[in-house]
Protein backbone atom coordinates (compact mmCIF):
# COMPACT_ATOMS: atom_id res chain seq x y z
CA UNK A 1 0.00 0.00 0.00
CA UNK A 2 1.35 3.54 -0.96
CA UNK A 3 1.81 5.64 2.26
CA UNK A 4 0.10 9.12 1.94
CA UNK A 5 3.07 12.00 1.94
CA UNK A 6 2.91 13.60 5.25
CA UNK A 7 2.04 16.89 3.49
CA UNK A 8 -1.15 15.74 2.10
CA UNK A 9 -2.06 14.15 5.82
CA UNK A 10 -1.56 17.33 7.78
CA UNK A 11 -3.78 19.19 5.18
CA UNK A 12 -6.29 16.64 5.82
CA UNK A 13 -6.70 16.44 9.14
CA UNK A 14 -6.58 20.57 8.96
CA UNK A 15 -9.59 20.18 6.41
CA UNK A 16 -11.44 18.24 8.70
CA UNK A 17 -10.88 20.43 12.14
CA UNK A 18 -11.76 23.43 9.76
CA UNK A 19 -15.00 21.33 9.22
CA UNK A 20 -16.22 20.53 12.60
CA UNK A 21 -15.04 23.99 13.95
CA UNK A 22 -17.07 25.46 11.09
CA UNK A 23 -19.83 23.28 12.48
CA UNK A 24 -19.91 24.39 15.94
CA UNK A 25 -19.64 28.44 15.14
CA UNK A 26 -22.74 30.33 15.20
CA UNK A 27 -23.60 33.83 14.35
CA UNK A 28 -22.50 34.66 17.28
CA UNK A 29 -19.24 33.85 16.85
CA UNK A 30 -18.51 34.81 13.13
CA UNK A 31 -20.08 38.29 14.29
CA UNK A 32 -17.96 38.64 17.64
CA UNK A 33 -15.84 41.40 16.54
CA UNK A 34 -19.26 43.38 15.43
CA UNK A 35 -21.91 42.83 17.47
CA UNK A 36 -24.24 40.73 19.69
CA UNK A 37 -26.82 38.39 17.56
CA UNK A 38 -29.81 37.46 19.36
CA UNK A 39 -33.22 36.11 18.82
CA UNK A 40 -36.57 36.55 20.08
CA UNK A 41 -37.85 33.21 22.12
CA UNK A 42 -40.85 31.95 23.71
CA UNK A 43 -40.47 30.29 27.55
CA UNK A 44 -40.95 27.04 26.00
CA UNK A 45 -38.34 27.26 23.82
CA UNK A 46 -35.67 27.32 27.18
CA UNK A 47 -36.89 23.70 27.64
CA UNK A 48 -33.68 21.65 27.31
CA UNK A 49 -34.05 20.48 23.20
CA UNK A 50 -33.18 21.24 19.77
CA UNK A 51 -34.50 24.60 19.86
CA UNK A 52 -32.50 25.36 22.95
CA UNK A 53 -28.99 24.04 21.85
CA UNK A 54 -29.60 25.68 18.57
CA UNK A 55 -30.07 29.25 20.46
CA UNK A 56 -26.92 28.39 22.44
CA UNK A 57 -24.80 27.20 19.72
CA UNK A 58 -26.31 30.31 17.83
CA UNK A 59 -26.97 33.57 19.97
CA UNK A 60 -25.48 35.16 22.46
CA UNK A 61 -28.42 37.52 23.33
CA UNK A 62 -32.41 36.90 23.33
CA UNK A 63 -35.50 38.86 23.49
CA UNK A 64 -38.75 37.65 25.05
CA UNK A 65 -41.00 37.64 21.67
CA UNK A 66 -43.73 38.31 23.82
CA UNK A 67 -43.67 37.29 27.41
CA UNK A 68 -43.09 41.32 28.86
CA UNK A 69 -45.43 42.88 26.92
CA UNK A 70 -47.90 44.73 28.72
CA UNK A 71 -50.71 41.84 28.35
CA UNK A 72 -49.27 38.84 29.05
CA UNK A 73 -47.46 40.39 31.84
CA UNK A 74 -49.85 42.59 33.54
CA UNK A 75 -53.33 41.17 33.03
CA UNK A 76 -55.20 42.63 35.32
CA UNK A 77 -54.57 45.75 37.36
CA UNK A 78 -53.72 44.08 40.89
CA UNK A 79 -51.96 40.68 38.87
CA UNK A 80 -48.68 40.04 37.31
CA UNK A 81 -47.68 37.05 35.19
CA UNK A 82 -44.17 37.03 36.04
CA UNK A 83 -43.55 33.41 35.41
CA UNK A 84 -43.30 33.06 31.77
CA UNK A 85 -40.95 36.03 31.65
CA UNK A 86 -38.92 34.50 34.52
CA UNK A 87 -38.04 31.58 33.13
CA UNK A 88 -36.65 33.34 29.79
CA UNK A 89 -34.39 35.47 32.00
CA UNK A 90 -32.90 32.47 34.17
CA UNK A 91 -31.91 30.78 30.91
CA UNK A 92 -30.70 33.70 29.44
CA UNK A 93 -28.37 34.00 33.58
CA UNK A 94 -27.74 30.52 33.36
CA UNK A 95 -26.05 30.58 29.83
CA UNK A 96 -24.43 33.80 30.03
CA UNK A 97 -26.59 35.68 27.21
CA UNK A 98 -27.32 39.44 27.39
CA UNK A 99 -31.07 39.90 27.53
CA UNK A 100 -33.45 42.83 25.54
CA UNK A 101 -36.66 44.00 27.19
CA UNK A 102 -39.47 43.77 25.10
CA UNK A 103 -41.70 45.91 25.58
CA UNK A 104 -43.45 48.40 28.02
CA UNK A 105 -45.63 51.02 26.73
CA UNK A 106 -47.60 49.74 23.20
CA UNK A 107 -50.58 50.11 22.05
CA UNK A 108 -51.62 46.73 20.63
CA UNK A 109 -51.18 43.99 23.63
CA UNK A 110 -52.75 46.33 26.08
CA UNK A 111 -55.09 45.26 28.15
CA UNK A 112 -58.48 46.76 28.02
CA UNK A 113 -58.60 47.44 31.83
CA UNK A 114 -55.41 49.64 31.43
CA UNK A 115 -57.09 52.79 30.15
CA UNK A 116 -60.35 52.37 31.78
CA UNK A 117 -62.29 52.37 35.53
CA UNK A 118 -65.90 52.32 36.59
CA UNK A 119 -67.07 52.25 33.04
CA UNK A 120 -65.21 55.21 31.79
CA UNK A 121 -61.96 55.87 30.01
CA UNK A 122 -59.53 56.98 32.94
CA UNK A 123 -58.23 60.74 33.47
CA UNK A 124 -54.49 61.50 32.30
CA UNK A 125 -53.13 61.72 36.18
CA UNK A 126 -54.81 58.52 36.12
CA UNK A 127 -53.39 56.36 33.50
CA UNK A 128 -49.82 58.46 33.95
CA UNK A 129 -50.05 56.81 37.14
CA UNK A 130 -51.02 53.61 35.91
CA UNK A 131 -47.90 53.81 33.03
CA UNK A 132 -45.66 54.61 36.33
CA UNK A 133 -46.43 51.61 38.18
CA UNK A 134 -46.49 49.09 35.38
CA UNK A 135 -42.38 50.17 34.16
CA UNK A 136 -41.81 50.27 38.06
CA UNK A 137 -42.98 47.39 38.53
CA UNK A 138 -41.44 45.21 35.45
CA UNK A 139 -38.16 47.29 34.94
CA UNK A 140 -37.56 47.07 39.24
CA UNK A 141 -38.10 43.27 38.61
CA UNK A 142 -35.18 42.39 36.19
CA UNK A 143 -33.26 45.57 37.70
CA UNK A 144 -29.29 44.64 36.66
CA UNK A 145 -30.60 41.78 34.32
CA UNK A 146 -31.72 43.05 31.56
CA UNK A 147 -29.95 45.46 29.77
CA UNK A 148 -31.60 47.13 27.30
CA UNK A 149 -35.54 48.41 26.88
CA UNK A 150 -37.73 48.92 24.13
CA UNK A 151 -39.66 51.74 25.76
CA UNK A 152 -41.96 52.81 23.56
CA UNK A 153 -43.27 50.57 20.69
CA UNK A 154 -44.67 52.15 17.60
CA UNK A 155 -46.09 55.20 18.31
CA UNK A 156 -45.60 56.79 14.87
CA UNK A 157 -48.74 56.30 12.02
CA UNK A 158 -47.78 54.83 8.73
CA UNK A 159 -49.80 57.05 6.73
CA UNK A 160 -50.50 60.99 6.85
CA UNK A 161 -48.84 63.72 8.25
CA UNK A 162 -49.39 63.08 11.81
CA UNK A 163 -46.04 62.57 13.64
CA UNK A 164 -48.13 60.53 16.62
CA UNK A 165 -50.03 57.63 16.47
CA UNK A 166 -53.68 58.23 17.44
CA UNK A 167 -53.84 55.50 20.18
CA UNK A 168 -55.43 55.45 23.84
CA UNK A 169 -52.07 56.22 25.48
CA UNK A 170 -52.19 59.69 23.04
CA UNK A 171 -55.85 60.08 23.44
CA UNK A 172 -55.74 60.44 27.21
CA UNK A 173 -51.97 61.77 27.54
CA UNK A 174 -51.00 63.58 24.61
CA UNK A 175 -47.54 63.45 23.05
CA UNK A 176 -46.24 63.41 26.62
CA UNK A 177 -46.69 59.91 27.59
CA UNK A 178 -43.58 59.02 24.95
CA UNK A 179 -41.37 61.47 27.71
CA UNK A 180 -42.68 59.78 30.68
CA UNK A 181 -42.54 56.00 29.59
CA UNK A 182 -38.84 56.96 29.33
CA UNK A 183 -38.84 58.98 32.37
CA UNK A 184 -40.32 56.14 34.61
CA UNK A 185 -38.08 53.46 32.91
CA UNK A 186 -34.70 55.55 33.71
CA UNK A 187 -36.11 55.95 37.62
CA UNK A 188 -36.81 52.60 37.75
CA UNK A 189 -32.86 51.05 36.26
CA UNK A 190 -30.97 54.03 35.59
CA UNK A 191 -28.23 51.88 34.26
CA UNK A 192 -30.79 50.72 31.75
CA UNK A 193 -30.52 51.63 28.01
CA UNK A 194 -33.61 53.02 26.95
CA UNK A 195 -34.58 52.40 22.98
CA UNK A 196 -37.82 53.56 20.83
CA UNK A 197 -38.64 51.10 18.56
CA UNK A 198 -40.45 51.35 15.31
CA UNK A 199 -40.86 50.10 11.79
CA UNK A 200 -40.97 50.98 8.50
CA UNK A 201 -38.26 52.61 9.19
CA UNK A 202 -36.91 53.41 5.99
CA UNK A 203 -39.85 53.91 4.43
CA UNK A 204 -38.93 57.93 3.69
CA UNK A 205 -42.12 59.61 4.75
CA UNK A 206 -41.95 57.73 8.19
CA UNK A 207 -38.64 58.11 8.60
CA UNK A 208 -38.74 61.84 8.90
CA UNK A 209 -41.40 61.56 11.60
CA UNK A 210 -39.45 59.13 13.48
CA UNK A 211 -37.08 61.30 13.84
CA UNK A 212 -38.75 64.38 14.47
CA UNK A 213 -39.61 62.27 17.05
CA UNK A 214 -36.89 61.39 18.37
CA UNK A 215 -34.76 64.61 18.08
CA UNK A 216 -37.69 66.39 19.97
CA UNK A 217 -37.41 63.69 22.69
CA UNK A 218 -33.29 64.79 22.24
CA UNK A 219 -33.67 68.40 23.36
CA UNK A 220 -35.93 68.19 25.67
CA UNK A 221 -33.17 66.15 27.90
CA UNK A 222 -34.94 62.71 27.70
CA UNK A 223 -33.05 59.51 28.71
CA UNK A 224 -33.16 58.05 25.50
CA UNK A 225 -30.38 55.94 24.39
CA UNK A 226 -30.95 54.48 20.77
CA UNK A 227 -33.65 54.11 18.13
CA UNK A 228 -34.87 50.17 17.37
CA UNK A 229 -35.13 49.16 13.84
CA UNK A 230 -37.52 46.73 13.48
CA UNK A 231 -36.55 44.58 10.62
CA UNK A 232 -39.80 43.00 9.42
CA UNK A 233 -38.76 43.31 5.74
CA UNK A 234 -39.03 41.21 2.89
CA UNK A 235 -37.02 40.55 -0.80
CA UNK A 236 -38.29 43.18 -1.85
CA UNK A 237 -37.30 45.68 0.65
CA UNK A 238 -35.69 47.94 1.97
CA UNK A 239 -33.05 48.77 -0.60
CA UNK A 240 -29.03 49.30 0.47
CA UNK A 241 -29.81 53.05 0.06
CA UNK A 242 -32.43 53.30 2.27
CA UNK A 243 -31.42 51.77 4.45
CA UNK A 244 -27.85 53.34 4.84
CA UNK A 245 -29.88 56.60 5.01
CA UNK A 246 -32.04 55.44 8.05
CA UNK A 247 -29.50 53.80 10.06
CA UNK A 248 -27.07 57.28 9.42
CA UNK A 249 -29.96 60.01 9.89
CA UNK A 250 -30.25 58.19 13.11
CA UNK A 251 -27.41 58.22 14.43
CA UNK A 252 -26.46 61.59 14.01
CA UNK A 253 -28.78 62.02 16.60
CA UNK A 254 -26.14 60.46 18.88
CA UNK A 255 -28.30 57.46 19.52
CA UNK A 256 -27.30 53.88 19.25
CA UNK A 257 -28.70 51.69 16.38
CA UNK A 258 -29.96 48.27 16.71
CA UNK A 259 -31.99 45.92 14.49
CA UNK A 260 -34.72 44.80 16.68
CA UNK A 261 -36.69 42.28 14.62
CA UNK A 262 -35.06 41.17 12.11
CA UNK A 263 -36.93 38.71 9.59
CA UNK A 264 -37.33 38.28 5.60
CA UNK A 265 -40.10 37.59 4.60
CA UNK A 266 -40.89 35.69 1.31
CA UNK A 267 -43.88 37.70 0.24
CA UNK A 268 -44.15 40.82 -0.56
CA UNK A 269 -44.68 43.35 2.97
CA UNK A 270 -48.37 44.07 3.81
CA UNK A 271 -49.98 45.15 7.04
CA UNK A 272 -53.41 44.61 7.13
CA UNK A 273 -55.78 42.01 7.53
CA UNK A 274 -56.88 40.43 4.41
CA UNK A 275 -58.34 37.10 2.92
CA UNK A 276 -56.36 34.40 1.37
CA UNK A 277 -56.00 34.39 -2.26
CA UNK A 278 -55.09 31.15 -4.21
CA UNK A 279 -52.20 33.34 -5.48
CA UNK A 280 -51.01 33.28 -1.62
CA UNK A 281 -49.56 30.00 -1.92
CA UNK A 282 -45.46 29.64 -1.42
CA UNK A 283 -46.00 25.69 -0.31
CA UNK A 284 -42.35 24.98 -1.69
CA UNK A 285 -39.94 27.32 -0.56
CA UNK A 286 -38.27 27.60 -4.60
CA UNK A 287 -35.35 28.72 -5.77
CA UNK A 288 -36.05 32.02 -7.37
CA UNK A 289 -37.76 32.81 -3.86
CA UNK A 290 -34.68 31.13 -2.28
CA UNK A 291 -32.13 33.06 -4.41
CA UNK A 292 -33.90 36.64 -3.61
CA UNK A 293 -33.98 35.41 -0.03
CA UNK A 294 -29.97 34.75 -0.43
CA UNK A 295 -29.58 37.90 -2.15
CA UNK A 296 -31.44 40.16 0.21
CA UNK A 297 -30.04 38.61 3.58
CA UNK A 298 -26.32 38.85 2.08
CA UNK A 299 -26.91 42.84 1.32
CA UNK A 300 -28.36 43.78 5.14
CA UNK A 301 -25.84 42.21 6.41
CA UNK A 302 -22.97 43.98 4.25
CA UNK A 303 -25.00 46.68 5.57
CA UNK A 304 -24.35 46.57 9.18
CA UNK A 305 -21.36 45.49 9.22
CA UNK A 306 -20.69 48.55 7.15
CA UNK A 307 -22.06 50.65 10.54
CA UNK A 308 -20.56 48.41 13.25
CA UNK A 309 -19.57 51.60 14.90
CA UNK A 310 -23.30 52.63 15.30
CA UNK A 311 -25.26 49.52 15.60
CA UNK A 312 -25.20 47.88 18.61
CA UNK A 313 -27.13 44.70 18.75
CA UNK A 314 -29.01 43.08 15.68
CA UNK A 315 -32.02 40.38 16.99
CA UNK A 316 -33.79 37.91 14.47
CA UNK A 317 -37.63 37.67 15.16
CA UNK A 318 -38.42 34.18 15.77
CA UNK A 319 -36.00 31.49 15.84
CA UNK A 320 -36.66 29.32 12.71
CA UNK A 321 -38.89 28.46 9.46
CA UNK A 322 -40.86 25.80 11.89
CA UNK A 323 -42.49 28.70 13.28
CA UNK A 324 -42.73 32.22 12.97
CA UNK A 325 -45.16 35.28 13.57
CA UNK A 326 -45.30 35.78 10.03
CA UNK A 327 -47.10 32.32 9.86
CA UNK A 328 -50.52 33.56 9.19
CA UNK A 329 -50.08 37.30 9.58
CA UNK A 330 -51.67 39.36 7.73
CA UNK A 331 -53.06 36.47 5.73
CA UNK A 332 -54.36 33.48 7.09
CA UNK A 333 -53.56 30.32 6.03
CA UNK A 334 -50.24 31.19 4.33
CA UNK A 335 -46.71 29.71 5.09
CA UNK A 336 -43.69 31.97 5.40
CA UNK A 337 -40.31 31.16 5.60
CA UNK A 338 -38.68 34.41 6.85
CA UNK A 339 -35.27 33.47 8.88
CA UNK A 340 -32.13 31.73 8.62
CA UNK A 341 -33.16 28.00 9.84
CA UNK A 342 -35.60 26.07 8.15
CA UNK A 343 -38.13 23.91 9.86
CA UNK A 344 -35.78 21.32 10.63
CA UNK A 345 -33.63 23.99 12.42
CA UNK A 346 -31.10 23.23 9.34
CA UNK A 347 -28.78 26.35 8.03
CA UNK A 348 -30.51 27.68 4.74
CA UNK A 349 -28.19 28.61 1.95
CA UNK A 350 -28.75 31.95 2.97
CA UNK A 351 -26.88 31.57 6.16
CA UNK A 352 -23.61 30.92 4.28
CA UNK A 353 -23.93 34.51 2.60
CA UNK A 354 -24.62 35.94 6.09
CA UNK A 355 -21.36 34.48 7.70
CA UNK A 356 -18.99 33.99 4.42
CA UNK A 357 -17.32 37.33 4.50
CA UNK A 358 -14.00 36.27 7.06
Not at 64 to 85: D, L, Q, T, W
Not at 102 to 113: E, K, R
Not at 280 to 293: A, C, L, R, W
Request: glycine share 4%; proline share 4%; charged share 30%.
Amino acid sequence: MKKVPMFFSLFYSLCLFAQKEDQTKGLKDYYKNYFPVGVAVTPRMMDVGDESNLILQQFNSITAENAMKMGPIHPEESRYNFAPADKIVDFAQKNGLKIRGHNLCWHNQTPNWFFTKDGRDVTKDELLARLKQHITEVVGRYKDEIYVWDVVNEAVPDGGTDIYRKSKFYDIIGEEYIAKAFEYAHEADPKALLFYNDYNTENKVKREKIYQLLKNLKEKGVPIHGVGLQGHWSIYEPSAADLDESITKFASLGLQIQITELDVSVHAKEHARRDHRPSDDVSIFGNEVEQKQIEHYKMLFEVFRKHKDKITSITFWNLSDKSTWLDNFPVPNRKDYPLLFDQNLKPKKAFSEVVKFQ
